[in-house]
């Protein structure tokens, strides 16, 4: 297989300890050795030394979710998510990509989602379409909120107008290359998304991003890649706690108990875990589930259970148990992957948006 030297030495020097075994969020929702980053690094060397066939390794290529809690915890540097998705875009390559994974990169450059999708819901629609005048501000909702959970976006469009905010809403929204950049890397492909994307971004003079994971590929992944956004791109949650402190929203405190989810995207790429407790502490009381800020648990997205719902399904079981352990009986989120799993499996917990808070819905 050909990788690169770097991606090589961090294969070959994270297989020897244990350090991250006990915070992989798939690893622990399984319970499988080979869900861990050091096993993984092990199939990639096997690879690497031609004693297996790189199609063999595949699925468990797939089962990582790139969240980072490996690479956050590793004290020796070595960054399991860089060989994970370099792993992935040799496979693209070498047309060695698993049919399941195929088939959402297929739908990523027909339809600019995985999901294949064309249509969005009629309520957003409308609402859209009340936005559709050009102004100085963009909301880019992303493409799991438009086509998977379109009363999230929804209601993110109903916050702004609440404060006030002229914006507009594109009816034919460019793809961030987020879900492309998962599913095969730094593809050519994944690329000219991004590029166009980013020219799409550039005729506004601030983009607010809904979902993390458009703002971790805007915000960093594209200067990694070396393309340029002109307008200034601001995360939905700073935005929004900009919007309170301003007192554009006119916030008072129901008493409601909750806990915060922090999604890696922002904790860990971003580095932006204050502003959403800003907002949730303005509209509820908050409470610290033990693992947080930078120390987070991913809880599951939509992507993911496209191909391994199971799987999902216990990483967000996982996670409402962190919660409820401590007495919790409310979650907040601001991802709208996170929100779509932990919905998907609460029982005895409530699910919550920001927009959720700042509603009152």
């Known amino acids: 297989m050909i990788m690169s030297e770097k991606c090589k030495q961090h294969v070959d020097s994270c297989r020897f300890c244990w350090m991250c075994h006990h915070i992989c969020p798939i690893g622990n929702a399984t319970g499988q050795e080979r869900n861990t980053a050091r096993a993984r690094a092990l199939g990639i060397s096997l690879v690497n030394r031609e004693a297996m066939g790189l199609e063999e390794i595949m699925d468990n290529i797939y089962e990582c979710c790139t969240c ?19 792993t992935r875009l040799q496979a693209a390559l070498d047309g060695k990509t698993p049919d399941y994974i195929a088939a959402l990169v297929s739908n990523c450059l027909e339809t600019g989602n995985a999901y294949g999708k064309t249509e969005i819901c009629s309520d957003l629609a409308a609402a859209v379409k009340a936005h559709s005048a050009k102004k100085d501000t963009l909301l880019l909702l992303g493409v799991d909120a438009k086509y998977m959970v379109c009363e999230q976006a929804l209601k993110a469009i109903k916050v702004l107008e609440k404060a006030g905010v002229d914006f507009t809403v594109l009816d034919s929204e460019p793809a961030s290359g987020a879900q492309l950049d998962f599913l095969i890397g730094a593809a050519n492909e994944t690329k000219e998304q991004m590029v166009a994307c980013a020219k799409a971004l550039g005729e506004y003079k ?57 999604p890696y995207q922002l904790a860990r790429d971003l ?67 996170e929100y779509a799993s932990l919905k998907a499996v609460a029982k005895d917990v409530e699910i919550l948006s920001l927009e959720d808070l700042i509603l009152g819905e």
């Open 206 to 262: 601030t983009v607010v991003v809904y979902d993390p994971d458009d703002a971790k590929a805007i915000k960093q992944t594209y200067k990694e890649y070396g393309i340029d956004v002109a307008a200034d791109v601001v995360t939905y949650t700073s935005f929004v706690a900009g919007l309170v402190k301003d007192g554009k929203l006119a916030a008072k405190n129901s008493g409601k108990a909750v806990v915060f989810q922090d």
């Open 68 to 86: 980072g809690a490996c690479v956050h915890d590793c004290t020796t540097g070595w960054n399991p998510v860089m060989f994970t998705k370099e």
């Open 271 to 337: 580095e932006e875990t204050e502003e959403a407790r800003e907002v949730v502490k303005a509209y509820a009381n908050l409470s610290e589930m033990l693992l947080n800020r930078g120390e987070t648990v991913w809880a599951g997205n939509i992507l993911m259970a496209q191909y391994m719902p199971k799987v999902i399904n216990k990483v967000a079981e996982r996670r409402i148990f962190n919660a409820t352990s401590i007495g919790a009986n409310a979650i907040v989120t601001v991802s709208v992957a």
